[in-house]
């Protein structure tokens, strides 16, 4: 496909084309095997080869307790009012647990269920050698007794190739008698981080620069899929110094991967490299995120060596989720590792999702259950949102041909989360304050999760309403009586039974540049001509107190510069200040103080959470309520600029 460059081709397309190519580079199947000791670095290697016993074990008779070895027969008609005696000796042998039977035994009693006595057949202190035994019970064959082959008998077998490795694994090899094991050679991968913007983790960063952690999360990805990463240094944006370290990588690794420089960009060498050094198979696939991946083979004209080569995208979500997408499975094919079905559930997506018809798209989602459902709150799309992937407990597929899915739709998810997680999840849907991140931290130390959906109080009104939340932040106030909430709680949940507790009391003020080198002071100076304000979303709470104190002072929003300009949180609000976008925004003392801004304080508000009374004195919960009335947890919240918490846990409704 010489000069054709990113040219999307459907999944499906793309992955027959990459096997194909692999078989007819003999590459599609296991790479090599190699023994290594039984011991506990061997846990999490791939067995190469099945394990079939060469002992049996025991490999012996074994007494199963510290006793007496004789024969069952012996003991015939024994009981409580007939004892029976058995002569030390010829009758009855000593052993501890573990010791082979003589040839002549088939049964052991514990040493507890026999009487001593001496040549007079006389009751004497317990011994390991009595002159005779007296047995108040008769005993069946092999009773006591670990017969040979009880756990593994030889030939037999213990584990199949493609199987990995656990602790538990390596004793049942161990048992049967072996000292090493054949497994699966780790496939060992190159990461090339590419881009004059990159610099190590560490630096210190001026505009411009972008932190490089795409290969480390590559790295760990591999090592986590049973592969041995190599992380190249940065190559900067020039065509011959990649090209060199492609081929370098590999002569030494079984794989590369080139991560970003695979768009379309001028100096996105990739493309043009891996062609140059042997074959391109394709540049470009129809997923989202992740459109241009590259795929070829890097030839060696001195050895023939052929490596398979990834031009992985540069954005952190794209890169993440093409290691899931193509390198994962192509790992588990070299280790003899079989297809893995990742586990999914079925979930109620709580918004709509819009997915382009011609990609198959995948979302990364949050779960919950909320009372008998299972739903699946989207996260943020952008494929430079890492924190997306950091918060995600699974990914929807939306196939190629579907237009996205409307609210209430049945999903399938696969889990990135244990189901067990999900049921200890704590939705909280509405307006964003930054206490609940200190609850987030507080409720992982009591087995609970806090998951949170900045839609603002509105929104999470009518999630309340939906069912689709636990609880939700709310602080809006009634125009006409001064009130928060209450009067919104009547409108839009007037059939829901719900719960309003005050949560904190807190400062909003305008977010300003340090140094403040607009010269604001007060409302009014958001109409000038000079001033970009930075605004709320619709339904927010924040942005229902701007609008009812600009009407107050009888400004018109009209003439603020930025009204539209909408952002989710109050830490959004202050980074779009403090990254000059806007020159002040409507927010909370404490968000201002996160990145060092000036803030001029205007008005006190009250923040409550609205919680069904369906949850209202649930178990789930009950942690929440602990915090509401934990003077420490109070103390950490006051400590943050702007924050009160002398009502907090008080019931308003």
């Known amino acids: ?67 007496f070895a004789l024969r069952a027969e012996d003991t015939t008609g024994a ?105 699966s050679r780790k496939p060992k991968v190159g990461i090339i981080p590419t881009g004059t913007e990159l610099v190590p983790v560490g630096t210190k960063v001026k505009a411009g620069d972008i932190i490089e952690y795409n290969s480390i999360v590559l790295a760990a990805q591999v090592r986590g899929w049973g592969g041995e990463p190599k992380r190249y240094p940065i190559v900067p944006d020039i065509y011959d110094r990649i090209a060199a370290q492609v081929r370098q990588a590999a002569l030494e690794n079984d794989l590369v991967l080139i991560n970003a420089g695979s ?25 989202r995120p992740g459109h241009p991946v590259i795929a070829g083979l890097i030839h060696e004209t001195g050895t023939g060596k052929k490596t398979p080569v990834f031009g992985v995208p540069g954005y952190p979500v794209s890169c993440a989720l093409t290691g899931e997408i193509f390198i994962q499975p192509l790992l588990n094919k070299w280790l003899g590792i079989p297809p893995i079905k990742a586990q999914e559930v079925e979930a109620r997506i709580t918004r709509k999702v819009a997915s382009p018809a011609g990609d198959d798209d995948f979302v990364r989602v949050v779960l919950g259950r909320v ?50 997680a999900l049921e200890e999840t704590i939705f909280c849907i509405g307006s964003h304050d930054m206490s609940l991140d200190l609850v987030a931290q507080e409720l992982e130390l009591k087995s609970r999760r806090l998951v949170s959906a900045n839609v603002g109080s509105l929104g999470g009104l009518l999630a309340v309403r939906r069912n689709e939340t636990h609880m939700a932040g709310t602080h809006l106030l009634d125009e006409e009586t001064g009130e928060y909430n209450l009067s919104y709680i009547t409108r839009y949940l007037p059939d829901t039974p719900v719960k309003l507790v005050t949560w904190v009391e807190r400062e909003q003020g305008l977010i300003i540049l340090p140094g403040n080198p607009k010269k604001i002071t007060a409302l009014q100076d958001l109409v000038r001509a000079d001033v970009r304000f930075s605004n709320r979303q619709r339904g927010a709470g924040t942005r229902v107190l701007l609008d009812y104190h600009l009407k107050q ?33 409507l927010g909370v003392t404490a968000a201002a103080r996160a990145l060092n801004l000036d803030f001029i304080p205007l008005y006190q508000e009250r923040y409550d959470l609205c919680i069904p009374q369906l949850f209202f ?37």
């Not at 010489?2 to 007819?24: C, E, F, K, R």
């Open 1 to 67: 496909m010489s000069g054709v460059y990113l040219h999307d081709i459907p999944l499906d397309t793309a992955w027959n084309a990459l096997t194909g190519m692999l078989q007819q580079a003999g590459l599609w199947r296991v790479l090599g095997k190699e023994q290594v000791p039984l011991d506990e670095q061997a846990t999490g290697r791939v067995l190469a080869e099945p394990v079939w016993a060469q002992i049996s074990s025991p490999h012996y008779h074994a007494s199963a307790m510290d006793g």
């Open 79 to 183: 009981m409580p009012t007939s004892p029976m005696d058995l002569v030390l000796g010829g009758q009855a042998v000593y052993v501890d647990t573990g010791d082979p039977l003589p040839g002549w035994a088939n049964a052991v009693v514990p040493i507890e269920n026999i009487e001593p006595l001496n040549s007079g057949g006389q009751s004497i202190a317990m011994t390991r050698s009595p002159y005779a035994l007296r047995l108040r019970a008769a005993l069946t064959p092999w009773m006591h007794v670990r017969p040979m082959g009880e756990d593994i008998v030889a030939t037999e077998l213990v584990l199949p190739a493609g199987h990995m490795l656990r602790p538990v694994d390596l004793g049942a090899i161990a048992g049967a008698g072996f000292e090493q094991v054949m497994v």
């Open 263 to 287: 768009s379309a960009g001028s100096e996105d060498f990739s493309a043009r490299i891996v062609e140059d050094l042997g074959e391109l198979l394709f540049h470009g696939v129809a997923v």
């Open 371 to 420: 009372g008998e459902e299972l739903l699946a709150a989207p996260l943020t799309r952008g494929a430079g949102v890492i924190t997306s992937l950091v918060r995600a407990d699974g990914l929807m597929l939306l196939p190629r041909g579907t237009q996205g899915v409307e609210p209430g739709t049945k999903v399938k998810v696969r889990l990135y989360r244990s189901p067990q």
């Open 553 to 585: 002072a009888g400004l018109d929003s009209s003439q603020v510069q930025g009204y539209e300009q909408e952002e989710y949180t109050h830490l959004a609000v202050a980074a779009a200040v403090a990254s000059g976008r806007a020159d002040c925004g």
């Open 617 to 653: 004195n649930s178990s789930l919960l009950a942690p929440v309520f602990d915090l509401m009335h934990s003077s420490d947890f109070k103390a950490r919240v006051a400590a943050m600029p702007g924050y009160t918490v002398t009502r907090m846990g008080e019931v308003v409704l």
